[in-house]
């Protein structure tokens, strides 16, 4: 494996390093159904770093071969009902902002075909879905009559598919070179100036100014910032029309159409950050200390402890911190991931009615946007117990 040395987005070979983390499972939502197996699962090192071009932020230790999807990945949210209501009102502003009324749209990284169903049933839509680690056992419910599903990655090979969406949720932070799917896109829309782009990815402007440290994944090798996302796209050839934070800050939406717009095809400075980036492995580090001494002193209290999500968050928690291995059980609403193993660490996940019979005295929910959610399930249950979160 080399590490990389040019900035994927720019080229610039400016690529300073500032945050390093060693040994992390490459997939947290890969589901084990063996502990064994599941704390032998492949690793891999992170070492981000930022471009002093661009901005764009990359993990240079990353190796595409380490990680490939297959149908035992699981990461669906729409076990939530708070999540259920972010992607129906995500889906509804779409359709509005964009008149997506018995149109064409193509969803790239499409899951199980959850938002794709969401937006073709709400606009009378017609969709096509890419997704490699397609289940057609689990496909969500009514796909099959809105949706043609491909399991494979979107690539150059399918631009002669023509959309008047081009949707991309949670995928491209997953490609190490994303310049070459936005080619795919640009060569697809090529003479549809009208045709519009949605694409969200995890907002690392979040992660590095809250130090949320627990974001910062192998699977993720790509990091965006409003600047650094506005210049891939402009610089691949759209015109970008507004990037918005979404869903507590945690996430950065971009809307735009494919019309390009060379005006404003510069890279954007990134002296903003390195104030932010210079402690930030101190930060990090010291975080991950008082983790540990908290959940030492819980330990010496005899709290049964469980930690609330067995999603990026939760897993990426359970393997930084040393101390995770006195937490009891990890309970996750995503019935497909109980009954397995985390990665890495090797909690078991569980159920709400295990839950209830664990009756913990500490809840550690992995991601805040979820506490109030958290907070009523255990009401629901009689569960008394104290609730934080990372
Ligand atoms: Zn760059």
């Known amino acids: 494996m080399n590490m990389m040395t040019r900035c994927p987005i720019c080229s610039s070979s400016e690529l300073h390093a500032f945050f390093k983390v060693r040994n992390v499972p490459v997939h947290c939502n890969s589901l084990w159904h063996d502990r064994t197996a599941a704390q032998a699962c492949a690793r891999g090192d992170i070492q981000l770093a930022i471009c002093a071009s661009c901005g764009f932020m990359t993990?240079?230790?990353?190796?595409?071969?380490?990680?490939?999807?297959?149908?035992?990945?699981?990461?669906?949210?729409?076990?939530?009902?708070?999540?259920?209501?972010?992607?129906?009102?995500?889906?509804?502003?779409?359709?509005?902002?964009?008149?997506?009324?018995?149109?064409?749209?193509?969803?790239?990284?499409?899951?199980?075909?959850?938002?794709?169903?969401?937006?073709?049933?709400?606009?009378?839509?017609?969709?096509?879905?890419?997704?490699?680690?397609?289940?057609?056992?689990?496909?969500?419910?009514?796909?099959?009559?809105?949706?043609?599903?491909?399991?494979?990655?979107?690539?150059?090979?399918?631009?002669?598919?023509?959309?008047?969406?081009?949707?991309?949720?949670?995928?491209?932070?997953?490609?190490?070179?994303?310049?070459?799917?936005?080619?795919?896109?640009?060569?697809?829309?090529?003479?549809?100036?009208?045709?519009?782009?949605?694409?969200?990815?995890?907002?690392?402007?979040?992660?590095?100014?809250?130090?949320?440290?627990?974001?910062?994944?192998?699977?993720?090798?790509?990091?965006?910032?409003?600047?650094?996302?506005?210049?891939?796209?402009?610089?691949?050839?759209?015109?970008v029309q507004e990037i918005v934070e979404e869903f507590g800050g945690q996430y950065l939406s971009l809307y735009g159409l494919s019309a390009d717009d060379p005006s404003t095809n510069e890279p954007s400075s990134s002296q903003a950050w390195p104030d932010l980036l210079s402690d930030f492995q101190n930060k990090a580090d010291a975080l991950i200390d008082q983790w540990n001494a908290r959940l030492q002193e819980m330990k010496k209290e005899s709290s049964t402890v469980v930690l609330w999500g067995a999603g990026s968050k939760g897993v990426s928690f359970l393997n930084m911190v040393e101390m995770a291995n006195s937490i009891s059980a990890i309970v996750d609403l995503n019935p497909r991931k109980q009954g397995h193993f985390i990665p890495g660490a090797g909690h078991a996940i569980i159920s709400l009615n295990e839950l209830a019979r664990i009756d913990p005295d500490v809840v550690i929910v992995a991601n805040p946007v979820y506490l109030n959610e958290v907070r009523q399930l255990l009401r629901q249950l009689h569960l008394d117990a104290e609730v934080m979160s990372l």
């Not at 590095?208 to 990091?223: N, P, Q, T, V």
């Open 59 to 239: 993990n240079v230790c990353f190796d595409e071969e380490l990680t490939s999807y297959s149908q035992h990945y699981d990461n669906s949210l729409f076990f939530s009902s708070f999540y259920r209501d972010y992607a129906e009102q995500s889906a509804a502003e779409l359709i509005s902002r964009y008149g997506l009324y018995q149109k064409t749209i193509i969803d790239i990284g499409a899951g199980q075909g959850d938002f794709i169903l969401l937006l073709c049933r709400t606009g009378q839509n017609w969709g096509i879905g890419f997704d490699p680690a397609l289940d057609p056992a689990r496909l969500a419910d009514g796909l099959n009559e809105h949706v043609l599903f491909i399991r494979d990655n979107y690539s150059e090979r399918y631009s002669h598919c023509k959309a008047d969406l081009f949707c991309c949720r949670h995928v491209l932070e997953h490609i190490q070179y994303p310049r070459q799917l936005l080619s795919a896109i640009r060569h697809s829309a090529d003479g549809n100036e009208e045709a519009a782009l949605f694409f969200q990815v995890p907002n690392s402007h979040y992660t590095l100014s809250r130090c949320a440290i627990w974001d910062i994944i192998y699977e993720h090798c790509s990091y965006y910032t409003p600047s650094s996302m506005f210049y891939t796209f402009t610089a691949g050839g759209f015109l």
